[in-house]
């Protein structure tokens, strides 16, 4: 009887049999021919030469086997795409998506639209994952048939690695939960970046969820519209991703000298779009004034003069546009305190 697959080391490498059939492959990532990946790490790259063979390194050492990575160049001028085509002609799970300059929400539409993972992971190009990321999440959001993994993640620089941020303590939740968004509602609001959960692909395709193209924080309406659709979520209490906060190209440095910024604003509106189309106001109406008086404060108290200005006066001009989010902020002494700073004889040099 033959053996339909089987697999056997020799001083000159690894042989396979398959089939009947037997053949010499001397790198492990030639296995993959074998395998439909189960995971799409999805990869947008733009001019971060210094950083990328690092990430890709981390990306390609992973002890999980049929996964594959999808790199999309948003038209990157500096050295990457040679990097990027070294990388891929070594290793077959690495596939390259070319485009112009079209942002970062339009590089992780295309790579979702490419994507052949039962599960898609997006991973920033500056970024490192641990060795077992993974293997890790693969048995944890199998082991529950959710549909969002949740996972920890540790900020990093060249200096080291800075106290890892776990999602248990976040979220009231341990590993043998599996839970909706109505029992971690106050806290949907938080933990926004998609680079900290595992999503299930067919999910996101069947629920049409793509990242707003044309301006910044898209991780915040793709967030929320995945957490309140998904059927069911989990965790895992481990810091699995290694996050770079001394990138000087990174969105949290460039924004607080221009107008990027006000790009927040499009954010709130967006969410409350959705939340009212979906009816959940007004039962999350409290957190989601909470998530603007975070996210508008945090960036005003690092905004230059200008931008401040201006996102204080575009805050205060969306607040007094909707009636029912003014009637939440002036129910709450500290939302109200903050709702009074943003007018401008209120306003001091404010939200230091």
């Known amino acids: 009887m033959i053996r339909l697959f089987s697999l056997e080391y020799t001083p000159k490498g690894r042989k396979i049999t398959f089939c009947g059939f037997r053949f010499s492959i001397s790198l492990r990532s030639r296995m993959q021919m074998f395998f439909r990946p189960l995971i799409s790490v999805i990869v947008p790259v733009y001019n971060v030469e210094k950083y990328l063979p690092q990430c890709l390194d981390s990306l390609i050492k ?35 998506i070319c485009q112009n300059n079209r942002g970062l929400s339009a590089a992780r539409n295309a790579g979702l639209k490419k994507a052949k993972g039962q599960y898609v992971l997006f991973v ?32 990093y620089t060249d200096n080291g690695v800075k106290t890892a941020n776990l999602p248990a303590a976040h979220y009231g939740k341990n590993e043998n939960d599996a839970f909706t968004y109505q029992q971690i509602s106050g806290k ?46 989990c965790l895992l209490n481990r810091p699995l991703y290694c996050y770079r906060t001394d990138n000087a190209a990174s969105i949290t440095h460039v924004s607080a000298a221009t107008t990027q910024l006000l790009d927040i604003v499009e954010a709130f509106d967006m969410v409350y779009d959705y939340l009212k189309e979906k009816k959940l106001l007004p039962s999350l109406s409290l957190h989601f004034c909470r998530f603007l008086y975070d996210h508008a404060g945090w960036h005003l108290k690092r905004a230059a003069e200008k931008p401040q200005k201006q996102l204080a006066e575009k805050t205060l001009s969306w607040i007094n546009r909707h009636d029912d989010i003014r009637q939440t902020i002036n129910a709450d002494p500290v939302l109200q305190s903050f709702y009074s700073s943003l007018s401008p004889e209120n306003r001091q040099t404010p939200f230091r």
């Open 62 to 96: 992973q002890t999980f086997l049929p996964f594959e990575i999808i790199c999309v160049n948003d038209g990157s001028t500096d050295g990457c795409n040679e990097i990027l085509s070294r990388y891929a002609a070594k290793d077959r799970r690495i596939r390259l």
């Open 188 to 233: 949907i609001f938080s933990r926004v970046a998609v680079w900290c959960k595992l999503y299930r692909r067919g999910f996101i395709r069947k629920r049409k969820i793509e990242f707003p193209e044309g301006f910044v924080f898209e991780d915040v309406i793709f967030h929320i519209k995945t957490i309140t659709s998904a059927g069911k979520i």
């Open 124 to 155: 920033d190009s500056d970024d490192l994952l641990h060795p077992e990321t993974l293997s890790s999440l693969y048995r944890q959001i199998t082991r529950h048939d959710a549909d969002i993994c949740l996972f920890g993640y540790s900020p």
